[in-house]
Nanobody, 122 residues
Framework: QVQLVESGGGLVQTGGSLRLSCAAS????????MGWFRQAPGKEREFVAA????????DYADSVKGRFTISRDNAKNMVYLQMNSLKPEDTAVYYC???????????????WGQGTQVTVSS
């Protein structure tokens, strides 16, 4: 089992950058593929990015491709989401999540953090 805690959210202007961090507990962090998801007010939670256990595979939602980068440091039990060229439509609560099998589907993720708010002002 793994527990996840996100940080790094905040208020940023359009075109700005933020780096989200997710700290994971437990000694088996490298056993899990990790993902970032987001949920905007009144909308369903959606996939943002995923990274395989050792980082060899990465996937992104079309809406963030070329602007966001997911990475992980297994030695530190950390996963990151670097967000550049932010847009107002990126405003959402961002969640870090873990799964035993690499997937882009929300339903495949077993472990979730509490979320961190990202607000992009126009």
């Amino acid at each position: 089992q793994v527990q996840l805690v996100e940080s790094g959210g905040g208020l940023v202007q359009t075109g700005g950058s933020l780096r989200l961090s997710c700290a994971a507990s437990g000694r088996t962090f490298s056993s899990y593929a990790m993902g970032w998801f987001r949920q905007a007010p009144g909308k369903e939670r959606e996939f943002v990015a995923a990274i395989s256990r050792y980082g060899s595979i990465r996937d992104y939602a079309d809406s963030v491709k070329g602007r966001f980068t997911i990475s992980r440091d297994n030695a530190k039990n950390m996963v990151y989401l670097q967000m550049n060229s932010l847009k107002p439509e990126d405003t959402a609560v961002y969640y870090c999540a873990g799964t035993g099998s690499y997937s882009l589907k929300i339903s495949e993720y077993d472990y979730w953090g509490q979320g961190t708010q990202v607000t992009v002002s126009s």
